[in-house]
């Protein structure tokens, strides 16, 4: 979209400039074009690792749970972004930050409510409520712990969200997670992975081949086109989304304690730790928007303003029982990419997101999508997740040190991953004699690597002798700085 009728150079890099009307609006649905699909997406993950979402028996009430996480997250995400863009007092950084439901909380609430129904909700509540205080008190301190969370730290752990994931994507693409356990014929057949394809294969012709919005909002296009094309097979029928749409509500406000609140201590540590590694994001994050829109270094004020309100939204989403919030990257390239840098085109997004929350028929809609569908759309996401980690990775200067403390968090990390991962109900399992509370939060395996990362790099030397790696590894410990291939 073209900048020149929206304002002169130096309004454009203003926070507070608000462009006109006509151009304001189009460019704040924009924002929410870019984050919409992954912005819902946690919730129908949890809702199908709960087992009352797609594929389950509550498709007979019309997935009635699922559908009012949908509409939290959408709502949510909207009162998040506008504490950001309009802030009260010192919560908001008062920049066009977008908030959005977040995907590095999953590993974490996947084995809080695997199998349990809708009865695991309160513990998941009352970790995204304490977490998301928790967060907010880190604020006063944000700017002193960054020290630990180095690009070493965060890339492994954004990483490995992404490779926890992406199994996820690979058995909604094939039917999903019900049609696996019950051994359902159709999971894996050629027309649900030719669903997912069609699905993937748009979002990258319009990602690449296509400019402005049509770009920006290429996943959305791709599950709008892989929606088409189910209906063509019978996967959606139009009685089946007319049925949905009869049985929502055309308004509806949310319910406090709807799911009620139960404090446990493998959620609370779960989401307290991870609220670290989302705090550091945001501040990438906001250093990113004030970098790519305005050409300068976030101050201090801004940082801490933005971590209180990923703190706030995410404590009052869980009080209404929404999922927790944290600013989302892709808009922060947006930024960059339009050269717009007015917290109140961000604000226009936001209140978009709002009425969409308050209007239950949004998620009725959205809830008639095939999850063969969304597979190919999660794929999609889930792989830019481990994407995203790798170029974090790409900051570090691998010297045999990080080598070593990457090298013994990911292979204990990933481990646990993949051991628990493919086991089947009853058999043993490699933390099978931990405690209850030690054994959830280990099964992700992204918290051990993240502590085991973080202790490693603030114990271990700055500088290891070249034979002090050359053993372990194999002939592959590679160069130190500076350090030429035969030196």
């Not at 998941?124 to 006063?140: K, N, Q, S, W």
């Not at 019950?182 to 057949?189: D, I, L, R, W």
């Not at 045999?400 to 481990?415: C, K, Q």
Request: with cysteine; aromatic share 8%; hydrophobic share 50%.
């Amino acid at each position: 979209m073209s900048t020149g009728s929206i304002g002169t150079p130096q309004q454009l890099r203003d926070p507070n400039y608000t462009p006109p009307l006509m151009q304001a609006v189009p460019l704040g649905i924009q924002h929410v074009l870019a984050m919409f699909v992954s912005n819902i997406t946690p919730a129908i993950i949890i809702s199908g690792a709960a087992g009352f979402g797609f594929g389950s028996d509550a498709g007979a009430q019309g997935f009635p749970d699922m559908s009012y996480l949908i509409q939290m997250s959408m709502l949510f995400a909207g009162i998040a972004t506008l504490i950001q863009t309009i802030g009260m007092g010192p919560v908001g950084a008062r920049l066009p930050i977008v908030q959005g439901t977040s995907f590095a909380f999953i590993p974490i609430m996947i084995p809080l409510v695997v199998g349990k129904g809708p009865e695991a909700l309160p513990v998941i509540f009352g970790g995204v409520l304490v977490g998301g205080l928790f967060h907010t008190a880190l604020g006063t301190i944000i700017g002193r712990i960054r020290f630990a969370l180095p690009p070493l730290v965060t890339g492994l752990v954004v990483m490995m969200i992404g490779l926890y994931l992406v199994r996820v994507g690979i058995e909604y693409a094939a039917g999903g997670v019900p049609a696996k356990v019950f051994g359902k014929e159709e999971y894996g057949s050629a027309l649900n992975w030719s669903v997912a394809l069609v699905v993937i294969f748009s979002t990258l012709g319009f990602k690449f081949f296509a400019r402005g919005m049509l770009s920006v909002s290429a996943v959305l296009i791709g599950i709008l086109i892989g929606y088409v094309y189910s209906m063509f097979f019978g996967l959606v029928t139009f009685e089946g989304i007319g049925q949905s749409w009869q049985r929502a509500d055309a308004f509806g406000l949310p319910n406090p304690f709807k799911y009620g609140v139960e404090i446990t201590t493998a959620a609370v540590i779960g989401f307290c730790l991870m609220s670290f590694v989302s705090a550091v994001e945001t501040v990438g994050d906001v250093s990113g928007i004030t970098k790519g829109g305005a050409g300068r270094e976030a101050t201090d004020k801004e940082i801490q303003g933005a971590t209180y309100a990923d703190g706030v939204g995410t404590a009052v989403a869980g009080f209404f029982g929404g999922l927790p919030n944290t600013s989302f990257s892709q808009n922060v390239g947006l930024i960059a990419m339009t050269g717009v840098m007015s917290r109140h085109v961000v604000t226009i997004g936001a209140i978009f997101l709002i009425v969409c929350g308050l209007i239950p028929k949004v998620g009725a809609v959205i809830r008639t999508i095939p999850i063969e569908v969304l597979g190919g759309g999660v794929i999609v996401m889930f792989g830019m997740v481990v994407s995203a980690g790798i170029s974090m990775l790409s900051d570090v200067v691998w010297n045999r040190r990080n080598m070593v403390i990457f090298a013994i968090a990911l292979s204990i990390g990933f481990g646990l991953q993949l051991e628990v991962m493919n086991l089947k109900p009853g058999s043993p399992n490699a933390l099978q004699y931990l405690p209850d509370t030690l054994r959830i939060l280990a099964a992700s395996g992204i918290l051990p690597a993240a502590l085991i990362a973080i202790v490693l790099n603030l114990l271990l030397p700055e500088e290891l002798a070249d034979e002090a790696t050359d053993e372990v590894s194999g002939g592959h410990a590679g160069h130190g700085e500076g350090s030429l291939p035969g030196e």
